[in-house]
């Protein structure tokens, strides 16, 4: 049973910073592709970042630029970094672990939420105008 542990949400003005963590429980982290979704109420789930077991980095265009992912695997732990903050990012977000281990994904095989099979509880990020 994989575990997910979520962290580092909050309350946060326009513009400002937050740093997410999710820790991961199995010994193969090292080996997993992660990913950062979110999900808005009324919204569906969207895709914000993911990096590969090989480091490759992978971002929603409308993150590109203001939020960094990045992993430590001495620390099973995957980080989001999440720069010059707008309202309209105000959601849920929620860490994944990939269903495969591949050494190449496509764009596509990163961004659907169905290509995950396990998913954190989720951090709250509210970003106030």
């Known amino acids: 049973q994989v575990q997910l542990v979520e962290s580092g949400g909050g309350l946060v003005q326009a513009g400002g910073s937050l740093s997410l963590s999710c820790v991961s429980s199995?010994?193969?982290?090292?080996?997993?592709?992660m990913g950062w979704f979110r999900q808005a109420p009324g919204k569906d789930r969207e895709f914000v970042a993911a990096?590969?077991?090989?480091?490759?980095?992978h971002y929603a265009d409308s993150v590109k630029g203001r939020f960094t992912i990045s992993r430590d695997n001495a620390k099973n732990t995957v980080y989001l970094q999440m720069n010059s903050l707008k309202p309209e990012e105000t959601a849920v977000y929620y860490c994944?672990?990939?269903?495969?281990?591949?050494?190449?994904?496509?764009?596509?095989?990163?961004?659907?939420?169905?290509?995950?099979?396990?998913w954190g509880q989720g951090t709250q990020v509210t970003v106030s105008s």
């Open positions: 994944a672990k990939h269903r495969a281990t591949k050494a190449y994904y496509t764009r596509g095989e990163l961004s659907r939420p169905g290509e995950y099979d396990d």
């Open positions: 199995v010994r193969t982290f090292s080996s997993d592709g």
């Open positions: 990096v590969t077991w090989r480091d490759t980095t």
